[in-house]
């Protein structure tokens, strides 16, 4: 039974930084076909904000701009994203997702990140 564990979600003000982390219960990334996040804003659809391949290609939606950076730790099993420049436009639900090499999808529960 695959698990992901989030935390590092926060309120915070515009231009500062938060580090989102994101723990498999089995696997660590470069043992998956891919991880990484997504978050749901207030009256928005879900969206893609940065996935990583189990080769370690690294891939950012637009609106990140650079302000994001995915990193890994394979022995903790662990994703982080790095999150610096914060808008209020970034405020959601940030969830981490996992797609297994048998193509198992699996959520976390989300985080909250809130910037004012």
């Known amino acids: 039974h695959v698990q992901l564990v989030e935390s590092g979600g926060g309120s915070v003000r515009a231009g500062e930084s938060l580090t989102l982390s994101c723990k498999h219960s089995?696997?660590?990334?470069?043992?998956?076909?891919?991880m990484g996040w997504f978050r749901r804003a207030p009256g928005k659809e879900r969206e893609g904000v940065a996935l990583?391949?189990?080769?370690?290609?690294?891939t950012y939606a637009d609106f990140v701009e650079a302000r994001f950076t995915l990193s890994r730790d394979n022995a903790k099993n662990t994703l982080y994203l790095q999150m610096n420049s914060l808008k209020p436009e970034d405020t959601a639900v940030y969830f981490c997702?996992?797609?297994?090499?048998?193509?198992?999808?699996?959520w976390g529960q989300g985080t909250q990140v809130t910037v004012s």
């Open positions: 997702v996992s797609r297994g090499r048998d193509d198992f999808v699996g």
């Open positions: 089995k696997f660590p990334v470069n043992g998956l076909y891919c």
């Open positions: 990583a391949d189990g080769d370690g290609s690294l």
